[in-house]
């Protein structure tokens, strides 16, 4: 009897309160002509229900799960059985063949969801309320198609996610500090650049020295050689970001174009450059085929193109090759004789083992669960292990070890042990290698997060800065100290340039939102939560600094609407129990805090202190201050330019806590500036 070749369609599970937004999901594909098994529609009860699930999910294409707060809170469903036979189904496929596609409709979190261990494997779509972009849409129709080799890892999520960029771990809760990757080995660039032909007229409302890198696409037919792509995309952002003068945008703004169906002119706009880089890389045995174009963006054209054949062990001679006439065309055509201090994060052995398990453990560390934190963590440790004097390895396992650290609550066995392994690892990468701007984050990330060595941080960000000035990175968290001292203008224009280069970090932006209303420039602040929001509408704590923006105008009705706009939540929890305070229900104000305070006193000392100063009320706030101080909370890290907690700066009690945590009194700041 001959083998029932599976359908192209795609199977739709969800739980029954999850309906409207499975609806939505289900015809943003249809009206793309995909088929789509969704039971709402096709099923009408019966004794035939059981049996018709089972056939459909049995010859179905794809399988779209999809997860949310209503299948977290029911230990039983059918929803359940039909996972299950899905995850069953794929015992028979081959490894590497895309079927199981996680979408998450709401804030929900990977860590510790109630999901079939399978689906944690694999990267999870973000589409609020069930909300269905196009690049989505054209990510499922390619997984659909017959000659397709997709990676499971590159699931229809890795286009259109919502979730935060790549991260390390946070500064502070509320700050929602986002250490994005940094940048690994100079292993690979991609081919003369022809950069020679880049010299616009000055007219060009786009600088003629701006470039982004996009994504280069995996077509070595191997899921597990998506990270190498990547990797070697990371790598040329990395080399060329070495010269002064020429705009580089970053990896996080620019792999959200993976797969878009945007041309060169839109992206170039929302990215601000003139020229894109595209390409491909083909790893297919001993050998690799590196293609690329660059792109003129202001009409699409092609300004060049070139393909490399090269043997994979021949990878850093290549690597040199090409930097070396990137650097000659620069200097010549774009920056005017000027020399770029080089940053050589390549494994001084030259091992090309060492060099993959670090792209292994960047990837597992940009998903950022706890289990990929280890995960990532055995990769850094592998690196290691291949070439001990790899400095590059040991800076990525000190970012590694501090945000496990801080997935665990302070004071505990295991954050103290992992913080006292991320400053080992940041101690080790700066011996082996002091000009590493990478090595000095690290460091400054254990001074910031375990020491509240404000000033030392400070010092490791500047260093960074120095050797490498045009890291995003650097400039990003050398403002987030600036503004720990209250040096608030300085700490705008670093954020700003950090974002010229990186100009889709939603939580970047949402941080300079935070310093504007420092200044009480609350439309400049507004715009710039606003731009976050635009970027990942369904993130937390974004609707948090907008309720913040409405409390400080004093509007009640708009407070109340932005808190009620924050997920479902601890974040929503602190927006209410501040937007309250400023209403005329004064019992409703009370039964806020005391909500907040039953729920979250354990972990949000600071935001109850932010309450009570609200409040007016001098003696609660000092006192959760201090809690918040013995609870190691980093968010006291924003005590010098928060709204709510400055109104007591002329309080003794302000300027002695100031002095307690290692900041300076306002007194001393006002001096300074």
Request: glycine residues 6%; hydrophobic residues 40%.
């Amino acid at each position: 009897m001959p083998v029932k070749e599976p359908s192209r369609a795609v199977f739709l599970s969800y739980a029954s309160e999850d309906a409207p937004a499975a609806q939505r999901v289900a015809e943003a594909l249809r009206s793309a002509g995909i088929e789509v098994w969704f039971d709402r529609e096709e099923l009408r009860g019966g004794d035939a229900w059981d049996r018709r699930i089972r056939e459909q999910i049995h010859d179905c294409r794809l399988f779209i799960g999809v997860i949310s707060a209503h299948t977290e809170a029911r230990d039983e469903g059918y929803f359940r059985r039909e996972w299950k036979l899905a995850v069953d189904r794929t015992h028979d496929m081959d490894e590497h063949k895309a079927f199981l596609v996680p979408v998450v409709i709401d804030t929900t979190s990977e860590r510790g969801a109630h999901v079939p261990e399978k689906f944690r494997e694999l990267q999870w779509t973000r589409l609020a309320g069930g909300a269905t972009p196009p690049a989505f849409v054209e990510r499922v129709r390619r997984l659909l198609s017959p000659e397709s080799s997709p990676d499971p890892a590159r699931s229809p999520g890795s286009a259109v996610s919502n979730s935060a960029p790549a991260s390390r771990t946070p500064i502070g809760r509320r700050m929602g500090v986002l250490y994005g990757t940094i940048a690994a080995v100079l292993l690979l660039a991609i081919g003369y650049f022809g950069l020679d032909r880049l010299n616009r007229p000055k007219s060009s409302a786009l600088a003629a020295a701006s470039i982004a890198v996009l994504p280069l696409a995996n077509e070595s037919g191997e899921a597990s050689q998506q990270y190498f792509s990547d990797g070697i995309s990371e790598d040329l952002i990395t080399a060329l970001s070495q010269f002064p003068g020429l705009k580089v945008i970053g990896r996080t703004s620019a792999f959200q174009f993976r797969d878009s169906k945007e041309d060169s002119r839109s992206i170039g706009a929302k990215l601000g450059v003139a020229h894109l880089l595209e390409g491909s890389v083909r790893k297919s045995g001993d050998m690799i085929r590196v293609s690329t174009e660059l792109i003129d963006t202001t009409d699409g054209s092609t300004q060049w193109s070139e393909r490399y054949d090269r043997p994979y062990k021949d990878l850093f001679a290549l690597q040199d090759e090409i930097t070396h006439a990137v650097a000659g065309a620069l200097r010549t055509k774009l920056l005017a004789g000027e020399h770029a201090s080089a940053q050589n994060e390549r494994p001084p052995s030259g091992s090309l083992d060492a060099y993959n398990a670090v792209l292994h453990g960047r990837f597992y560390g940009s998903r950022r669960t706890e289990g990929d934190y280890r995960k990532a963590i055995e990769s850094y440790t592998q690196a290691i292990e291949l070439d001990p004097r790899y400095a590059l390895a040991w800076s990525e396992l000190s970012l590694a070890w501090t945000a496990l650290g801080a997935d665990y609550i302070y004071g505990a066995a295991p954050v103290q042990e992992a913080y006292a392994k991320a400053r080992e690892a940041a101690d080790r990468a700066l011996a082996l290698s002091p000009d590493l701007a990478a090595a000095h984050i690290a460091r400054g990330v254990v001074l910031q997060v375990v020491d509240f060595d404000w000033r030392g941080a400070e010092a490791e960000f500047r260093r960074a800065m120095e050797l490498a000035p045009n890291d995003s990175e650097a400039k990003f968290y050398s403002g987030v100290q600036l503004a720990t001292f209250g040096q608030i203008e300085p700490a705008i224009e670093l954020t700003r340039q950090a974002l010229a280069t990186e100009p889709l970090r939603a939580d970047w932006h949402k941080q300079l939102s935070y310093y504007l209303l420092a200044l009480n420039r609350l439309d400049e602040a507004e715009g710039a939560i606003r731009r976050a929001i635009e970027l990942q509408p369904a993130s937390e704590v974004f609707h948090y600094a907008l309720t913040i923006i409405e409390v400080q105008r004093g509007n009640a009705d708009a407070a109340l609407a932005a808190a009620q706009q924050e997920p479902p939540g601890e974040w929503q929890v602190d927006s209410f129990a501040l937007a309250r305070q400023i209403g005329d229900d004064r019992s409703a104000a009370d039964g806020a805090l005391r909500t907040l305070i039953d729920k979250y006193g354990g972990v949000d000392a600071f935001e109850i202190a932010e309450v009570y100063a609200l409040r007016n009320d001098a003696n609660a706030t000092f006192e959760w201050l201090d809690r918040a101080l013995s609870d190691r909370d980093s968010d006291i890290g924003t005590l010098l330019y928060d709204p709510f907690i400055l109104r007591y700066k002329d309080d003794p009690r302000f300027a002695a806590f100031c002095k307690k945590v290692g900041l300076p009194t306002p007194a001393e700041v006002g001096k300074r500036t």
